[in-house]
Structures are given as structure tokens and as C-alpha cells.
Nanobody, 125 residues
């Protein structure tokens, strides 16, 4: 069983920055990808960013490319999402997730097996 716990959300003004953290635990933790997704009420869950656990390749949604950066610390089993130049449309609950099902899929949340509880990010205009 894999447990994921996010932290770092909060309220920030437009143009500000936040850094989200995701702590992973569990003896079976061995993902192909770690990802960040976000969701607002009434909308579909949206892919934000992913990182290949072995190798570190990164992938981003077009809406956050150039503003967000995903990184990891394999020894500490941590994943981070640095969010810069935040916009009101970035407001959402952000979820950390682990994909231990497919080595070829990083943006489809249906392939992610474990999810954190989410952390709220609110960007005021």
C-alpha cells in the first residue's frame, strides 16, 4: 500500500509562487511516474505535470509549461511542484498521484493507482 500526503497549498496573489510537496511511503512504492493533477468543482480532473521516477524526465500540461516545475528526491521519496507566476485560473485542489501501472502513460489519471488527499491552492486576482 502506498500513502501519499501533500502539503504546501495556500492563498497567494496573482504572480506569486507556491511550492507543493508530496511525501510517499509504503514498502510497495515503485512508480513509473509521479504526477500532479488538479480539479475545481464541476470540472474534470486535469493533468498538470509528471516526472518519470527512473531517469527524471518531466512532462507538463501546456497551461503550466514555463511556469511550473516538477522535481523529485528519490531517497526521501518526495515529489515537488514549484509553481511560479500563478494565475487565478490555477486555483484548484492539487493532488499528488503515483502510477505503478504503466510505463508509457503519464497524463491519464486513470493509470494512477494511488492518490493523496489533495491540497487547496487559491490565487487571488
Amino acid at each position: 500500500q502506498v500513502l501519499l500526503v501533500e502539503s504546501g497549498g495556500g492563498l497567494v496573489q496573482t504572480g506569486g509562487s507556491l511550492r507543493l510537496s508530496c511525501a510517499a511511503s509504503g514498502r510497495t512504492f515503485s512508480p513509473y511516474f509521479m504526477g500532479w493533477f488538479r480539479q475545481t468543482p464541476g470540472k474534470e480532473r486535469e493533468f498538470v505535470a509528471a516526472i518519470r521516477w527512473s531517469g527524471g524526465s518531466t512532462y507538463y500540461a501546456d497551461s503550466v509549461k514555463g511556469r511550473f516545475a516538477i522535481s523529485k528526491d528519490s531517497v526521501k521519496m518526495m515529489v515537488y511542484l514549484q509553481m511560479n507566476n500563478l494565475k487565478p485560473e490555477d486555483t484548484a485542489v492539487y493532488y499528488c498521484a503515483s502510477n505503478q501501472a504503466s510505463p508509457a502513460v503519464w497524463s491519464n489519471g486513470n493509470w494512477y493507482n494511488s492518490w493523496g488527499q489533495g491540497t487547496q491552492v487559491t490565487v487571488s486576482s
